[in-house]
């Protein structure tokens, strides 16, 4: 009797359908690799961007910078892209990008994750690895803008540690949301 109630205690705390949900999510982690940017992604990182902001804003000459010319705008003064390939396939990408301020040392920005391939823990994949790249660029505290829209991003910075701060310019129409990270070195 009393392993029917632990078991009943713990279908309370999360079903069986979330459990087989998180159990499938873990066995496809496994065909997840992250790789650094390599211009044979260069359309890849465009097109998971253009879907992304297309699916609930539209694209902005901020965009148009960073997504033409990502070596110029993004790796040349310092950034990095991360790239999730799912069974070799990009689905998911991550900027990093140098910013010249006295606050902040990175900025967190274009990230997208295909829209066919969400809840299978790629966007927790990515930004725990471009937060372990910002260590060891020796970073200390990095920036990011979103939207409130995007409800599973935001949770997923509150969840990584982001606070929210204001105060900042945006480039962005659709930003109302700013935040920050102080990095534990």
Known sequence: MKWIEEFEFLLDQKSI???????????????????S????????????????????????????????????????????ILIA?????????YALIKMNSCIYDYELA?????LKTKGKGIGWILSTSILKKTKVLGAQKIYLESNTILKPAINLYHKLGFKKVVGSTTPYERCNIQMELELEL
Do not use: H, W
């Open 110 to 114: 274009k990230i997208a994750v295909f």
């Open 17 to 35: 359908y979330q459990r087989v949900k998180e159990v499938k999510k873990y066995r496809e982690a496994d065909d997840i690799t992250i790789v």
């Open 37 to 80: 940017y390599d211009p044979k992604y260069k359309s890849a990182f465009k097109k998971l961007n253009e879907e992304c902001i297309t699916t609930f804003f539209k694209m902005e000459e901020a965009d148009y910078k960073a997504l033409d010319t990502p070596k110029k705008y993004i790796l040349d003064s310092g950034g990095g």
């Open 85 to 93: 390939l799912y069974n070799n396939e990009p689905v998911g990408v």
